[in-house]
Every structure is written in structure tokens, then in C-alpha cells.
């Protein structure tokens, strides 16, 4: 903690983001370094220490060690939630530059499990085919009484699990799960049956489908479509992959599409705050970065979720670190974000400034969905306010190319961001 404090924030983070980060003395490597390089993009993006919030430490101290592929057998977790893009439906619904030939098609690709996000674009898009596209969709799905559930393959190994936003006692969940799926087995005559402790699904992906929504077991480079694609979206994917799977996936997405279709790729959180993506469009057989944009809560995000990434050469997030970088350098622009933002954050009760201007933790209190809403409040006040388009004047006057685009996210040309310096610390 020590050596990041001083390598990072010239020695001056406060002493509740200090004790929070302790929390990684035990973590995996593959936390630390996500930990590290979170620092790393707040550095290059202009972050003061005193703007790193007790709640963003608790988050880096808690929820790192346990979202990060290790915590997971390695495989990257199929998280994904209600909402998280309901801004790029509309984005793509109401695109100026963009529209489908005949019937659209829509591939969502990485949607993870439960598809809440695909079954949202589908209803969102009800004449456009859709379909979400994921290798993690699973043969059997457990469901305790709480709701929550357990993803077991074809061989009853467990995939993945879910027991809501804090399970203290991971191996106990994992034998609880196991239990129903040996009691309800030999009990599954048809697509699913329950008893008074739980219940057991054969093909869940089945339930979730629609007249215009399939669901398909794959991912990039394995699936391919029986027509020409319009629309790709790949988001949270590439943020657990280096650049040479990028490409790769790049390349295949120029097969998939027609001419004139946008990949979307990129990262985000819930209520589609934290954002920051890549737009593409196919011309002339390969695919050309058309737009990057990103939410204006990322100019002093109080959630990690900005700064996540497994890796140093995640496109999106550098690209974010150095746009937001060059807006947070405008003292003007940066006065009258930071006293809005500290005025909505104690109308919000969300980490107000303590008495030596250090930004604190969330009420106790306060319910995890009220903590995660945040961002994307401070995304619409922020916004209605003017601060996009002041954001995209400072970032015009430093010469880049941008705009504010129809779904009110800071776009600009794409430019090839700086690389991340190398870790001073690990
Ligand atoms: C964090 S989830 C993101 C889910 C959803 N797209 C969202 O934004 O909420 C990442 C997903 O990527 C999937 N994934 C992992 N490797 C993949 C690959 N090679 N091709 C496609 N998807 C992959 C995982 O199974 C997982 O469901």
C-alpha cells in the first residue's frame, strides 16, 4: 500500500483509503495487478488523491479479489445486469449514421448469463433479429429459494454461481448448490422441476427466447451467422483480453458484418454508467474506429468500474484515461465540474469530503443498488447541466475532433491513445 501511495499519489492518499486497500494483503496476483493498473489510469487520466473515495478503495479491497478471472477458475464471469445497456440500444436505435438494409441484424456477443441485456435490446429493438451469442451458456441451471442460481455443464461441473453481492462463505454456497442439482437430476423427466429447497433447468437459454431474440452457445471466432450482421456489440468482453485478441476478434467481426455495419465494443457499468466504447464502421472490407465515447461520470468516477481491465493495452480504457486526462487539465472546465460534482455527491449522501477535502465511503446504510445507481444520476444531472458539451469544447480546443453524441456521451474522432506507463510498483 505504501509503495502505491507513494509511487502513485505522491504519499498522499488519506488513511481510510489506505486501511481499505489492506483488504488486498492476501489478494491473487491477477487482483494486484488489476489494482495497480486501476491506479496506474487514474494517474494517467489526472486523478488528485484526494478525489479517490473511501468507497472506490473499499471497492478495489472487496470486490477485486473476488470478480477477477482467478477467483473464477480463470474463465471470465458471465456478470451482467438488467439495464447496463439500455443507452446503447438507443444508441443504436436512434443512430444518425446508421441504418440497417432490410430486417436487422443484431449479434450481442459475450452477452453473458442470465442474456438480461440482449432480451432488453430484442424489446428494444422488436423488428430487428437479435441474437445473443455467449461460450458460457450452460446445460443446467440450479436455483436456490433466494433466487440465486448455479450454472453446471453438460459433465455437472459448476461454471459459474451467483449468490448476490456479498457471499461470505464461498464453499458452503458452492456444496448448497450441488445438493439441489443431486437431489432435483434424477428427478428431471422434462425442461425443469422444483421442490420446496429448489430448482433445476435443462437449456435455460431456451426460456429466454423470443420471436425475435435466439440465443446461441459460442463466442469470438467460433460463431458465424447463416445472413450479413448489422450490428456487433462485444461490451465488458475485451477488458479481460490483451490486444492480440482484440485483433483477432476484429477480424472475425469484418466477416460477420455487412458493408456499412458498426461493431460496438467497450466497457461499462450498471445503468450503462462508467462508459467508454469504440464504434466501427465495415467500409471497404475491414472495419474503421468511427467514434469513441465516454459518460461524463468518468471524469471523476467514485465507482472502480472505470479503471477495471486485465490488461495494460485495453484500448477503451486508455483512450478514457487520456480523453478524460486532457478535460480534467483544464483548470476552468475542472473548478466548476469538481464543485458541482461535490455539491450532487452531498445531495446524494455519496462520499461527501471530509474536513481535510478527501472524498468518504457510502452510508452504511445505504442499500448496494443505491450505492451502484449513483453514477449513472450523476451521468444525467451532469449532463443536463452542460458538462458534455463543456467536455467536448475543452477537448475541441486541444484539438481533437469531438462532439456530443445522440445519446449524450462525450465522442470524439478515435485517435491511438498513450500506453499505459509500467507498474513502479509490482
Ligand atoms: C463480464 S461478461 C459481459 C456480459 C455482457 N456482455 C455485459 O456487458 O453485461 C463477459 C462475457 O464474455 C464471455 N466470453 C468469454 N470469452 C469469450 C470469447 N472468447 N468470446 C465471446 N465471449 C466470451 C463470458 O462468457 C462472459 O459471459
Redesign the pocket.
Known amino acids: 500500500m505504501d509503495r502505491w501511495n507513494t509511487a502513485y499519489f505522491q504519499g498522499r492518499l488519506s488513511t481510510g483509503v489506505l486501511a481499505e486497500l489492506r483488504e488486498l494483503a492476501d489478494a491473487p496476483d491477477d487482483a494486484l495487478a488489476l489494482a495497480d493498473r486501476a491506479f496506474r489510469l487514474m494517474l494517467a487520466a489526472g486523478l488528485r488523491p484526494t478525489d479517490l473515495s473511501v468507497f472506490t478503495a473499499w471497492l478495489i479491497g472487496f470486490s477485486v479479489p473476488r470478480t477477477v478471472p482467478s477467483a473464477w477458475s480463470g474463465?471470465?464471469?458471465?456478470?451482467?445486469?438488467a439495464g447496463?445497456?439500455r443507452v446503447l440500444d438507443e444508441y443504436v436505435a436512434r443512430n444518425p449514421w446508421h441504418r440497417p438494409g432490410e430486417r436487422g441484424v443484431f449479434v450481442?456477443?459475450?452477452?453473458?448469463?442470465p442474456p438480461?441485456?440482449t432480451m432488453e435490446t430484442a424489446q428494444r429493438l422488436p423488428t430487428w433479429r437479435v441474437i445473443g451469442?455467449?461460450?458460457?451458456f450452460s446445460r443446467y441451471v440450479v436455483y436456490n429459494t433466494e433466487g440465486a442460481y448455479a450454472c453446471y455443464d453438460e459433465d455437472l461441473r459448476l461454471r459459474y454461481y451467483q449468490a448476490g453481492t456479498y457471499d461470505p462463505d464461498r464453499d458452503n454456497s458452492k456444496r448448497r448448490f450441488r445438493e439441489i442439482l443431486d437431489r432435483l437430476l434424477p428427478r428431471l423427466t422434462g425442461d425443469e422441476v422444483t421442490d420446496e429447497g429448489g430448482k433445476l433447468v435443462r437449456d435455460p437459454m431456451r426460456h429466454y427466447e423470443t420471436d425475435n431474440l435466439e440465443l446461441v452457445g459460442?463466442?469470438?471466432?467460433?460463431y458465424t451467422a447463416d445472413v450479413g450482421v448489422d450490428v456487433i456489440?462485444?461490451?465488458?468482453?475485451f477488458m479481460?483480453?490483451d490486444h492480440p485478441?482484440r485483433e483477432r476478434?476484429l477480424a472475425w467481426a469484418t466477416t460477420l458484418l455487412r458493408p456499412g455495419g458498426l461493431l460496438l465494443c467497450g466497457?461499462?457499468w450498471i445503468d450503462s454508467a462508467c462508459a467508454r466504447y469504440t464504434v466501427y464502421r465495415k467500409e471497404d472490407d475491414r472495419l474503421v474506429p468511427k467514434e469513441f465515447a465516454f459518460s461524463i461520470d468518468n471524469v471523476r468516477p467514485i465507482d472502480l468500474a472505470p479503471w477495471y481491465g486485465l490488461h495494460d493495452d485495453n484500448l477503451e480504457n486508455l483512450s478514457n484515461a487520456h480523453a478524460v486526462g486532457t478535460v480534467r487539465a483544464d483548470t476552468p472546465f475542472l473548478r466548476r465540474f469538481d464543485s458541482r460534482m461535490d455539491a450532487l455527491l452531498t445531495q446524494l449522501n455519496m462520499c461527501p469530503r471530509d474536513s481535510d477535502g478527501y472524498l468518504g465511503h457510502a452510508p452504511a446504510d445505504m442499500p448496494a443498488e443505491d450505492r451502484a445507481r449513483c453514477s449513472s444520476i450523476l451521468a444525467a444531472h451532469l449532463d443536463d447541466e452542460g458538462f458534455v458539451a463543456e467536455a467536448v469544447d475543452v477537448l475541441r480546443r486541444s484539438g481533437r475532433h469531438a462532439w456530443r453524441n445522440h445519446v449524450g456521451h462525450v465522442a470524439m474522432r478515435p485517435v491511438k491513445p498513450p500506453p499505459l506507463t509500467p507498474s513502479a510498483v509490482l
Not at 474463465?75 to 445486469?81: I, R
Not at 459460442?218 to 467460433?222: D, K, N, P, T, V
Open positions: 474463465t471470465v464471469p458471465p456478470v451482467t445486469m447496463r445497456h450481442d456477443v459475450g452477452c453473458g448469463f438480461f441485456t451469442v455467449d461460450p458460457a459460442g463466442g469470438i471466432g467460433e456489440r462485444c461490451m465488458n468482453v479481460y483480453f485478441f476478434a466497457s461499462n
